[in-house]
């Protein structure tokens, strides 16, 4: 037996056309899963980036309205199935010094952050409780979560809610079998991140200070801790964040 085999799984992944989201999407198929991808981009240019599957589909809708959430999910239901595992991985981040952030920017991040993933979590619970389904919640945190990092502080602030959203869900839920957990990637080499580390040589010298294995992250290696969270091998952890981050985490530095 493969203990990595996700053939059973109908998995939900939110913000699954973005650049870690895509790699995490192949991921989970190679090892057998159904995969419902949302986002918000239109259905032609997600097609152009996803993997062509009979074992994938793409949703599009905005996971920050309960509306739209529930078509979405009646729409995957009948396509692929009730999802079991559901990923709130949809997420955004902005730069400004904390004096300067714009506020019509932090409203939106914390829309598509915490509101969304808040509004996710709370339908599949809705559905899954009715008909005894023990599904497992997936939310995707941050390292920053617990250590301060120049600029993002709302983004930092989204990601703690995060985790404190998904330990509420856990606690909440563990009686009717339903599960939640979290995973927290350090700083991964893809998005703003990368185009940082390339241009910006003050911010590249702060990061390699903070990354103590000394270079950025694979979005490969977080969708590897996905497979791992999405298996049966994840059976018995609830309430847990499982740190993948190159051990960022482990001090602070600026």
Request: with cysteine; aromatic share 8%.
């Amino acid at each position: 037996m493969n203990p990595l085999d996700l053939s059973k799984k109908i998995i939900l992944i939110t913000g699954g056309v973005g650049a870690i989201g895509q790699v995490i999407v192949r991921m989970l198929l190679k090892h057998g899963a159904a995969v419902a991808v949302n986002d918000v981009i239109p259905e032609a240019e997600a097609a152009a980036v996803l993997p062509a599957s009979e074992r994938a589909r793409y949703f599009r809708a905005d996971a920050a309205h309960a509306e739209a959430v529930a078509a979405m999910f009646d729409a995957v239901e009948s396509a692929l199935g009730l999802p079991n595992v559901v990923c709130c991985h949809a997420g955004m981040v902005g730069a400004h010094p904390v004096t300067d952030y714009p506020l019509a920017e932090y409203d939106k991040l914390m829309e598509v952050n915490v509101r969304a993933a808040f509004v996710v979590a709370q339908e599949a619970a809705r559905r899954w409780i009715p008909r005894g389904i023990a599904g497992h919640l997936i939310f995707t945190t941050s390292w920053v979560q617990d250590v301060p990092w120049p600029e993002i502080t709302p983004y930092t602030m989204s990601k703690s809610a995060m985790k404190a959203m998904m330990r509420g869900f856990a606690r909440e839920l563990a009686s009717k079998g339903i599960r939640a957990n979290a995973i927290a990637p350090g700083i991964v080499g893809v998005g703003m991140a990368k185009r940082q580390w390339d241009t910006d040589p003050s911010y590249r010298a702060r990061a390699s200070k903070a990354i103590p294995l000394g270079y950025l992250q694979t979005p490969e290696s977080v969708a590897d801790a996905f497979v791992f969270l999405c298996s049966d091998m994840a059976n018995y952890m609830t309430g847990t964040t499982l740190l993948v981050d190159g051990g960022c985490s482990l001090y602070p530095m600026d």
